[in-house]
C-alpha cells in the first residue's frame, strides 16, 4: 500500500479510501482491528496525523470504530443508504481538516502542564504591548470623535486608517491610493476574503513551502489542490517558481517575502521582480503576506513585490496583530482595479464592517511618534532574543541544522531524517518543553522533519532552559535513531 503525493486527494483520504477498497475486497472482516497507527504510518513513511486523519474519515463512513485503549477495529457494513449520506462526506472532511489546524495552537498551551515552556507559538513578547499609548489613543478617539464613529461604517474601513496605510505603502514603492486598501479583521479574515472572490473546489494553488499553517487551514476549507514551491535560506526560489507556473498554471501563488513563517527568511528584491514578472507571463495571481516587515534585523525590508506590479495581479495581506499586539485583530488587503472591488463585496458580505472605534485608536498610535518608537523596541529586544537563541541552539543541538531568521520570531530547526517529528514533539513533551512540528507548515502535510521555534515570548534564561530540555529529547532519539 502506497500514497500518492501527485494524486490531489488529501494523504488521509488516499488512505482512507485504500482501506475501504481492502475492506471490500476481503482483507480485513468486520471486527477485525486494523493496524496500530504508528505502525502503518512508519510502514507508509507517512506523519502520524495522516494515519489517524483516515481512520477519523473511515468511523466518519461507518467503516470503523474506535475502542478506547484498544485500537481501531472494521465495523458491520454499512446500511444501503450510506453512499448517498457520503455525498457531502468530502466538503465536510475538508472544513473538519481546518479545524484541527485551528486547535494546533490549543493543543500545545501550557496551561496544563505547570512548568512547560512553550517554544511552540510564534507569540510577541508582552513587555512591547504599546499599552500606555494605545489607552491614550482610545481614550482621544471616544473623546474627540463624533458618536457618529459608534454608528455602521464603512466595509473597507476608516478613511483616515486607510490612507495612512496607503502612504506606507507608497512609501515602500507601491503606488496606493487609500481606495486601495481593504480593512480586515487581521490576516486571517484577509486570506479568507480573498479565498472567497478567487478559489474554489479543486482550483490550483502555488505556495511556498513550508508556510503559515493558519493560512493554509484557509485554503483547506476551499478544497483546493496544492502546487508546492521550493526555496532557500533566502526564500522561494525563481526557477522552481517558474516550473510550477509553467507546468500547473496555478490560479494563486501565496507567498510570505518578508519574515517567512516559519523560516524567518526574507526575499531579496532581485527574486521579487523576477517573481512578478513571471506571474504576468503565466498570467497568476499573487498573495503576498507582508506581516512583520518591519522586524526585520540585517538590512532594511525590502520592497513588497506589489512595488513591481503594473497590472493589478499582486494582492498585499498584512496582519497588524501580530507586529504590535494580538487582541488589536486589524489587518488589510491592498489591491488594485477589479480584484479590489470584488474583494470589497466579499469583505461587505463577510462581516459588514470592521471596528470603527480600533480603527481609529489605531490610526492616532500611527500618526504619532509612539508607533515608531515601538518598533524600533521590539525590533532591539528580537534581535538580541534571535541572537542568544540561535547561539544555544548551535551549542546544544549542533546535529540539526539551525536557519538563523532575517525577521519575525521564528526559528526553523531541520532534523535528521531519521527522525520522526511526531516522535520529536512526544519525547519534547515528555521533558517538559512544547514545540511545533513541520506538518501543518506543508502545504502536502509531508516534508522534510523540521521543528518550528519561536524566542519572541520568551526571557533569554527561560528560551535557554527550553532548548537544554529540547537538547535532552532530541538527543535521546537521535542516538536510539
Known sequence: MKLDSSDPRPLYVQLADRLVELIEGGAFHPGDRLPAMRDLAQSLDCALITVSQAYELLSARGRAHARPGKGTFVSEPPPQEEPFARRWEPDVARFARGARLEGVIERLTPASEPGAISLAAGHPAPETFPLHDFARAFHRTLLDDSPDLMQYRSSTGDAD??????????????????????????????????????????????????????????????????????????????????????????????????????????????????????????????????????????????????????????????????????????????????????????????????????????????????????????????????????????????????????????????LPQRVSTQAAFDACAREGVLVMPSEPFYPTRSGPPALRLSFGHLAEAQAREGIVRLARALGKLVQKA
Open 161 to 414: 486608517l486607510c490612507a495612512k496605510l496607503a502612504a506606507l505603502l507608497r512609501g515602500r514603492g507601491c503606488s496606493a491610493s487609500a481606495a486601495d486598501v481593504i480593512v480586515c479583521s487581521g490576516a486571517q479574515q484577509a486570506a479568507d476574503v480573498v479565498a472567497t472572490v478567487l478559489l474554489e473546489a479543486r482550483s490550483v494553488v502555488a505556495s511556498e513551502s513550508p508556510t503559515y499553517w493558519g493560512t493554509l487551514g484557509v485554503f483547506d476549507a476551499r478544497g483546493v489542490t496544492y502546487v508546492e514551491v521550493r526555496g532557500d535560506s533566502d526564500g522561494v526560489r525563481v526557477d522552481d517558481v517558474e516550473r510550477v507556473f509553467a507546468e500547473y498554471r496555478p490560479r494563486l501563488f501565496f507567498v510570505s517575502p518578508i519574515a517567512q513563517n516559519p523560516t524567518g527568511a526574507v526575499l531579496p528584491a532581485r527574486r521579487a521582480k523576477q517573481i512578478v514578472s513571471l506571474a504576468r507571463r503565466y498570467d497568476v495571481v499573487i498573495l503576498e503576506d507582508q506581516t512583520g516587515w518591519q522586524l526585520t534585523y540585517d538590512a532594511p525590508a525590502p520592497p513588497p513585490l506589489a512595488a513591481h506590479d503594473t497590472d493589478g495581479r499582486v494582492i498585499v495581506m498584512e496582519s497588524l496583530s501580530k507586529s504590535i499586539f494580538p487582541a488589536l485583530r486589524i489587518g488589510y488587503l491592498y489591491a488594485k482595479g477589479g480584484i479590489n472591488e470584488a474583494l470589497e463585496a466579499a469583505k461587505m458580505r463577510a462581516d459588514v464592517f470592521t471596528s470603527t472605534l480600533t480603527q481609529r485608536a489605531l490610526w492616532r498610535f500611527m500618526e504619532g511618534p509612539a508607533c515608531a518608537r515601538h518598533f524600533r523596541s521590539a525590533r532591539s529586544l528580537y534581535r538580541k532574543r534571535r541572537d542568544a537563541f540561535v547561539e544555544a541552539l548551535s551549542d546544544l543541538v549542533p546535529w540539526a541544522r539551525v536557519r538563523t531568521p532575517s525577521a519575525g520570531v521564528n526559528v526553523w530547526l531541520e
